[in-house]
């Protein structure tokens, strides 16, 4: 299937590439700049233009951005969107972080309605903070599922970067739905929605510096930086970035998916946790917290009396999903660590 992939350079749009191309499809993915083309290229030497191709869109809060994008010969089957801001430095919610989201998405959408008619599936990023209730807290006694959508209203995303965020991703989902009912285009949206993305990092880093915005605490745990206190988890909810990715592809390359949101979540963890697995298999960094540290724990009550519940069910049975443990994810993702210097 010939499909287009946007924002090629991101943490889980690198590993979608790599499935991709493993399944033998021929994918064009946007890129911001030639230079980040020309190292996802140089990651895939044996693939010619006809298997992995680049499409320049600098800013996708530009009205019109993927209106070249969509267009190819030959035609495009399927378009995968995952580009979107996710990180908090924000000085603007609105300019940073909801037109990038909800205008990148309808955006799109329009683009392949008016220049793409060849498009059978749209597969579009969205996220657990669509789903989540962050008011209810912990909520221990409800089961999150694809049922559930965030309630936050446009000006709580103004609150902080965070609620930013979830707003951004809400909107932009909800925009989609809605291009969906009202436009009634020629093809069939699926949404995947993970909680925290954890995994090892393939696209190309400048530094540790530059680490994606979910593998951060990752990182900070092997540096060192919870040895006093464990900062808080907040969302207990995690996946690995390899699943993510096996769902971004079965989303349209199964029928059945069509029109259907996918919580794809692989089980709970606490930042307790990850120090834990970190301290237990990689001795050499020694500033990892010890049992009489304080925070970093699950609610009172735990994980069976404490905590929200989820289902995961519909991504098992519907994209045939096998999630990782989270002992494997966090392995693979300090050993990918190492290779940028940790
Ligand atoms: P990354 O930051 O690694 O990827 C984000 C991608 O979006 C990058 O390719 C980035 O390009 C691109 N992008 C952002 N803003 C713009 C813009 N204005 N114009 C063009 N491109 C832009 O993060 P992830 O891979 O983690 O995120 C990918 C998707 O997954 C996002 O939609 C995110 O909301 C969603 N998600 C992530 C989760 C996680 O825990 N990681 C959890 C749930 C959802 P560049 O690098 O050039 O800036």
New binding site residues.
Partial sequence: TRVLL????????AHTLDVLLKHGHSVVTT???EA?AQKIKAAYPDHGKDKLDFAI?????QPNAFDKAVISDPPFEAVLH??????FNVTNVQKDLLD??II?TTGILNSIKKNAPSVKHVVI?????SIVNPSKGFWPGHTYSEADWNPITREEAEENAMMGYRAS?TFAEKAAWDFLEKEKPNFAVATI?????FGPIV?NLESLDSM???NQRLLWAAQGKFKDEIPATGVYLWVD?RDVAEAHVAAFEKPEAANKRFFTVAGYFSNRDICKIIKSKFPQYKDLPSDSTPGGDYPEGGIQNGLYGFSNKRSIDVLGLKYKTLEESVIDSIKSFQAVGL
């Fill in positions: 946007t924002g090629g350079s991101g943490f889980i749009a890129v911001r700049s980040k869109v600098p800013d996708i809060a995952t580009a979107s801001p996710f990180h990038p989201a990148g990023t969205s996220s657990f903070a991703k929605n993970p909680p925290m993305v696209h994606n915005t979910s970035v």
